[in-house]
């Protein structure tokens, strides 16, 4: 499994999935063992994307600048990243490569992952005129897990805990 979060440039008014860019992809690389999810080691990352399209207000302040430290998504780190094919390049073999057979099925799970982050990423797959489908496919993903869908599903007792 595959857990994973993209930051994108928002929306702004008239927008499509085409305006939007990809400034950060991360992930988590789990493996069911056990009984249990377990980290797969060295399966952990985190890219700054080079992105041509303009924040919002909203994502600029709230979420690109609001965190410390090294992976804050200053203009000057973004204009230093390296592109979404270079960056989804690299994704692609680190994922492969964690496999303990190369047929081994990949699912994407995140939160908000299917209504958005997954809609995006594949946008901009496109736009970037990469082979979104024969990427996805060759790496064996079988679907996308929101966690989102499944939190809205739980008793609202349960919902509670998670805020």
């Not at 994502?59 to 992976?71: F, M, S």
């Not at 995006?120 to 736009?127: H, Q, T």
Request: overall charge negative.
């Amino acid at each position: 499994m595959l857990c994973w979060d993209l930051e994108h440039t928002g929306c702004h008014r008239g927008d499509t999935y085409l305006d939007v860019d990809i400034f950060e992809l991360g992930a988590h690389l789990l493996r069911w063992a056990g009984g249990k999810l377990e980290p797969v080691e060295g399966g952990r990352f985190d890219y700054l994307v080079r992105c041509t399209k303009p924040m919002t207000d909203y994502v600029r302040e709230n979420i690109a600048l609001d965190r410390p430290g090294p992976k804050r998504a200053t203009a000057e780190r973004l204009e230093a990243a390296r592109t979404l094919p270079a960056v989804l390049a690299e994704w692609a073999s680190r994922v492969q490569a964690s496999k303990r057979k190369a047929d081994e099925p990949v699912v994407l799970a995140g939160h908000n992952a299917f209504s958005v982050d997954w809609k995006i990423m594949y946008w901009c797959m496109i736009k970037a005129e990469m082979d979104a489908y024969g990427m996805l496919s060759g790496l064996g993903v079988l679907g996308v897990l929101d966690t989102l869908v499944l939190a809205k599903h739980l008793p609202e007792a349960e919902r509670e805990k998670l805020s």
